[in-house]
């Protein structure tokens, strides 16, 4: 049966692709009385896109199937250490409410879905950002106009251990530390100006790495290592075993360096704000 109902999507594939196309073609009796009206441009580009996704996918998806708790997981200590709403399922995904004013609603799915392909055609305003766990090529073959692919993410994990980490900082820096329920590590330098941070928040058994970044003038000095040894210790402290964080492309170097691991891409589209 399931055979069955693979050849008449592929029949209903064709049509639309003959539709698209501008052709006379006249759909045959096998298609549902809904498809025998007008197919407007919209209709046929999403329609397209759902399709791919059913026909390639699986096929194609290069990376093992990623854990919707540990999406969830992820979005609860990102939005706990940003302080917006928590995350709630929606469309097969999640949701947070951010009310930022360059970022309003993010959508967050662990693969590519008809939810997330269905958002691409509700959604008409920017600052509403669609994440997935996926890379930029498996997004791009069904972008819609206007739609954008922001630069690359990875999501990344790390088995914390039992041993603590060594920190090494040159002698013009010091590092302070804060406790609670969303620890900080900083470092500053010997005339007291930031020069790396990072948190954490415990999430269960994971500790959810966030906002680790060092001044552009103070990098390559091992005070991004510093941070994380910091912050990965204060995490055993508190029970945690497994770090959670998502990378940047240039963050990426530095945590693989520190032996974490690639758990998944993760790719952001949007719709690009009009400047005025």
């Known amino acids: 049966m399931a055979g069955y109902y693979q050849q008449k999507i592929r029949q209903l594939f064709t049509y639309i692709n003959a539709s698209e196309a501008g052709s006379c073609f006249e759909p045959a009796s ?6 025998l009206l007008p197919v407007v441009p919209a209709q046929i580009r999403f329609l397209n896109s759902f399709l791919y996704l059913y026909f390639h996918m699986p096929s194609r998806y290069p990376y093992d199937p990623v ?4 999406v969830e997981t992820w979005l609860k200590g990102w939005a706990i250490a940003r302080g917006t709403m928590a995350p709630v399922p929606d469309q097969g995904g999640f949701r947070i409410d951010v009310g930022w004013p360059d970022q309003q609603v993010r959508y967050v799915f662990p693969e590519l879905s008809y939810g997330w392909q269905a958002l691409q055609q509700t959604i008409t305003q920017p600052y509403i950002f669609l994440k997935a766990c996926a890379t930029p090529e498996q997004i791009r073959p069904m972008l819609l106009p206007p739609w954008e692919i ?5 999501m990344m994990t790390r088995i914390l251990g039992d041993s603590q980490a060594s920190v090494h900082l040159p002698p013009s820096y010091y590092l302070e530390t804060t406790r609670g329920a969303h620890p900080t590590a900083k470092v500053y330098t010997s005339f ?9 928040v415990i999430v269960g058994q994971y500790a959810i790495f966030d906002r680790i970044a060092t001044e552009q003038a103070h990098q390559r000095k091992g005070l991004g290592s510093a941070v994380m040894a910091t912050l990965s210790d204060i995490a055993r402290q508190e029970g945690a075993t497994t770090g959670l964080l998502v990378a940047t492309s240039q963050g990426k170097a530095l945590y693989t360096h520190l032996n ?3 758990y998944a891409p993760y790719t952001t589209i949007v719709i690009p704000a009009v400047e005025r």
């Not at 007291?192 to 954490?200: C, Q, R, Y």
């Open 30 to 35: 096998f298609l549902p009385k809904e498809f």
């Open 67 to 70: 854990d919707p708790i540990l």
């Open 150 to 154: 922001c630069p690359p993410g990875f």
């Open 192 to 200: 007291g100006d930031l020069a790396a941070m990072g948190s954490i």
């Open 260 to 262: 974490w691991q690639l």
